[in-house]
């Protein structure tokens, strides 16, 4: 990305693509089945878990901000 993309995207959008981003690669790592043991996988697990929610939560926030 870069400055005038940056500069282009609501900080709203930056944080969806950055959320996106940051999932699809925690669910490849996850996916190519190199995680070390059990305790490495509830943490990718938690970690996508917490993506998951920050991106509900910030598309939740978008709508009602949007509607009004």
Known sequence: MT?????QLSLSDFL???????????SSHMG?????D???YKRMAGII???SLAERELADWIDR???E
């Open 3 to 7: 400055e005038n993309d940056f500069k």
């Open 16 to 26: 969806k693509d950055r959320l996106s981003s940051l999932k699809t690669e925690h």
């Open 32 to 36: 190519t089945g190199n995680l070390k």
């Open 38 to 40: 059990f305790s490495e």
């Open 49 to 51: 878990e917490g993506l």
């Open 65 to 67: 901000h949007t509607r």
